[in-house]
């Protein structure tokens, strides 16, 4: 829950709550739902918690070039440019302040990293920086990761749709019971970074076409 302004952002999900515009709560308790549901398949399962997975381990081992190829790999992956600045703008506000409260030289290279151009971080590579250097596990980082995600849409879902807390937050619990088995997939190997999710990135690339909008992204 550390402040990196994620509130901000809704990562498309307002286009798509534009688009579908659901009348109701069984609607909008549908709509999330299915958002939830690629997001932990797709979106953190293929890309954003491998990229966790791996980065943990080359904060741990002090392999910056490593965390300079994921970095740039996760954040050419991503179609939509508002993603691309909205995740290293978290991420770098996320090392930057967790640097200050919990000094750690690797922070300090990362920072030294970002203002030479070499590394941005994106979120998913400081959440892993601050977690390996905070003596989080690194099957725990991921779990974490998925969950501020996660938390994060189903709050812009709260702000864009007719949905109740109690609703919205029985879909997170659901949603968080698939991530176990989620890190366990990613804990049998080095899984690539991948990324398929076309209806996503083309709701997250026509943000910026909303008449009104509340979000960033």
Known sequence: MFPVGAFAYSEGLETAA?????????????LLRAWLD????????RLEGPAVWLAWRAFQATEFDQLAV??????????????????????????TTWHV?????????TLTRARQGTLG?????????????SGVAQRAAV?????????????????????????AHALLSNA?????????????????????TPAL???AMTQQYLHSRLFRS
Do not use: K
């Open 176 to 196: 968080l019971e698939r991530v176990p088995a989620m890190v366990d997939a990613l804990s049998t190997g080095d899984h690539p970074l991948e990324s398929f």
């Open 70 to 95: 994921l970095d740039e790999e996760l954040t050419a992956l991503r179609p939509s440019a508002s993603a691309r600045r909205s995740s290293r703008a978290m991420g770098l506000r996320l090392v």
């Open 121 to 133: 971080p994106a979120l998913p590579i400081a959440f892993a920086g601050a977690c390996a250097c």
């Open 18 to 30: 534009v688009r579908v515009a659901p009348q109701d709560a069984a609607a909008s308790g549908a």
């Open 101 to 109: 409260l919990h000094p750690d030289s690797r922070l300090e290279e």
């Open 201 to 203: 990135d083309v709701a």
């Open 38 to 45: 690629v997001s932990v398949d797709e979106s953190i399962g």
């Open 143 to 167: 779990e974490a990761f998925a969950y501020t995600r996660l938390a994060a849409t189903v709050s812009a879902a709260m702000r864009l749709m007719p949905i109740g807390q109690t609703a």
